[in-house]
């Protein structure tokens, strides 16, 4: 039910969009929604950046062995498309991100280890979906080119992080406030490398993590999950 909430308040904002189109400006060929662009953003994302929890392994039920969360360093490729609507500051994103060199002790789906296979991990390539709400902050209209700024309102479907999951892949709720430049622009260059954007990404994922007291296995997680995470993403426009 509460990944359920971003598809209501999508629908509460295609209303308003609808109900403010007729005073907003349209862009030629634009109705409602406006024609979208594609990038691909390759992305180091660092998790567990603060509130770093705890866990335990458990012998015979008693906590042994408590550890402290690591900051944890991701490689993502992104494909994103995203849809301008008539609204100026409002838009919407759509997202495919996969973790090429991500790895992991055994296959979710298999139930095979990587012991047992005669590998030191399991490739965990698993393909993540976002669906984002954009409100934009500040525009590089209104800074000169310097600076871009909104905050995200994302539907993440992923695989399941919580012991009470029913299914391999949940919907989670994640807020995002992204800042932005374009250095290439600022140097005076013309064409597509113009378009190219260095990105800063502060997530706090809101749902679908572990709370304190999960138990997965042996471990205990003494903590809720850290939300907090940080992404550097380099935005290479593809179309048009």
């Known amino acids: 039910m509460r990944g359920s909430a971003l598809y209501v308040l999508a629908l509460v904002v295609a209303a308003v969009t609808t109900a403010d ?18 990038a691909i953003e390759p992305t180091f994302s660092f998790e567990n ?6 866990t335990a392994t458990l012998q015979g039920g008693i906590p042994m062995d408590t550890a402290r969360a690591e900051v944890e360093a991701v490689f993502e ?3 994103a498309m995203g849809i301008p609507t008539q609204v100026p500051w409002l838009g919407l994103t759509l997202e495919v991100i996969w973790a090429p060199f991500a790895g992991t002790d055994s296959n979710v789906f298999t139930g095979r280890t990587a012991g047992e ?16 709400i954009n409100v934009a902050l500040v525009t590089f209209e209104q800074t000169g ?53 260095l990105e ?15 138990r997965f296995g ?11 995470s940080f992404s ?8 048009p």
């Open 145 to 197: 080119g310097w600076l871009d700024a909104h905050f995200d309102i994302v539907d993440q479907f992923s695989p399941a992080e919580t012991p009470g999951a029913r299914g391999t892949y949940t919907h989670k709720l994640d807020l995002e406030l992204d800042f932005a430049t374009a250095p290439f622009a600022r140097m005076g260059m013309r064409g597509w490398i113009a378009d190219v954007e």
């Open 77 to 79: 490729i992104i494909v």
């Open 200 to 214: 800063g990404s502060l997530d706090y994922m809101v749902t679908g993590i572990p709370d304190a007291g999960d």
């Open 21 to 38: 189109s007729a005073t907003a400006q349209e862009p030629a060929g634009c109705r409602i929604l406006c024609a979208p662009d594609l």
């Open 232 to 239: 550097v993403v380099l935005v290479l426009p593809l179309a």
């Open 117 to 132: 296979l005669g590998r030191s991990e399991i490739r965990d390539n698993a393909v993540e979906i976002e669906g984002e």
């Open 49 to 54: 950046i603060a509130g770093r929890h705890r």
């Open 218 to 228: 042996d471990e205990l997680f003494l903590d809720d999950a850290s939300p907090w």
